[in-house]
C-alpha cells in the first residue's frame, strides 16, 4: 500500500521546491577540500528529475564543535561539476539577500543555501514538537517561496530539526529519489525471514552504536552484534579491558559522556554477551608503526586504530556464513594504509557473502569506493546513524513526516 508522494506524482515543471539534501561529506578540515562526494552524487537524479522546476537545496555539513563544520560552498562547486549546470553557493539561508536569490530563480535554476547548522533555530530546536518546528522564523520565512517540500536526506531521517520535520508542516512533502530507494530497498532487508542476521558496528558514532545494538538484539532483528573501530573499544572497557590512555581519549572526545556509554555497554554484554562479539586481538598506532596484539597485552599508551588478524579471520567466517550482514561504520582507520586492512578484509568478507548485504554510513560508502567494490553489495545506504534507526523499526522523524503529508494530502 502506497504511504508517501514521490516526485513522480506531481507535475513540478514551473514549481519552487525546496528540497533537503543529506550532502555531509568527509572533508579535510585543512584544506576544506571534500574527501568523498559519493552522498553529493546520490541526489544528482534527483535534482535531474528537476530540471524545469526552480530548485533550492538546504544541506547540513557535520555537527557545531567539529573540525569539518563547514560551509556548503565546495558542495556547491562539486554538485556544480556532476551535474554540469550551475548551482549557485548562497551565503544564507533566510536573510534578505537569500530571499531576494530565490525570488529571482527562473525554471531549470538550482541553488544551494548555507549550512543550515550555522543557524540557532536549526540546533536549539532540535526535538521539539514538530508543529513549533514549523513555527520557527526559518520556516515561516522560506516556505511561503514554494510550492513543493523534497525530502531525500535519508541519511539524516533521524534528526527531528527544523530543516528536516519543519517544512512538512506547511508544504506538501514528497520523498526524493534517495529517500525512495532507502526506503525500498531497506524494507526488502527487513521484511526477509532468515536466521542469522549479522551487524557489524564500527566508526566512530559510538553512542548511537550502542543503542541500536540493545534494539537490534531485544527486537531480535540482528541475531549476532560484531563490534570494531570505536564501538569495539567502548565494550572493551565495559568488559574491563584497561586499553589504555591513547584509545580512551580518542573515544572520550566522540562521545558526551564516556562513563555511560561504557554502563550502556555493560548492560548488553550482561544481558547478550553470547551474541555480541568483541575483539580478541586489535592494532595499535605505535608512532605510526602497526603493531598487533591480543587484548590481554593490553593497556597501551598507543591507540587502537583496527582490529587484529585473529579478530578479522573470525569475524569474516562469521559475515561469510550469515544470511544477511549490514555494516555501519568502517572498522579501522583506513584512510592509513597501514590501518585498513581490517576494513578492507571485512568489506571483501561482506562482498562475498551469498546474504544480503548492505553498508552504510558516509565514511563507510568512501572506504568501499576506495576498494572499488560498492557494487558488490546488494544496497549502499547513504545512511549511517538513520540507516540503523530504520532497520530497527523506528519511525524516523523525517519519514514519518512524509507518510503524514501522504494522509493529508492524498485526497486532495
Ligand atoms: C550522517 O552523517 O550520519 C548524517 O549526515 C547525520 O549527521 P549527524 O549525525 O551529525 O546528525
Redesign the pocket.
Known sequence: MKEFFTIDDFKLAGSAVLLRT???SPIDPTSGRILNDA?IRRHVRTINDLKDSKVVILA?Q??PG?ADFTTTKPHAKRMSYLLRKRVKYVDGLYNSGTMKCIESLSNGDVILLENV?FYAEEMVMKNQPVEKQGDTLFVRTLAPHFDYFIQD?F??A??S?PSMVGFPQVLPTMAGRVMEREMTMLDHLLQSKLDSKIAILGGL?VD?SIGIAGHFLDKKIMSNILTTGAVAVVFLLAKGVDVGSGSVDIVAKEVDDLQVQISRAKELLEKYGDRISIPTDVAVNADGERVGMPIEKLPSEYPIYDIGLDTLVEYSSQIENAGAAVLNGPPGVFEIADFSLGTKEIFKALANTSGFSVIG???TIAAAEEMGIVEKFDHVS?????LIYYLCGEELPAIREIKKSYKKYCKA
Open positions: 543529506d550532502i555531509n552522498r547540513h557535520s555537527r567539529r547548522r536526506a541519511a539524516a533521524h534528526r530539526q558514532k548511537d554510513g558516509g565514511h547513504t545512511g549511517g546513524g538513520a
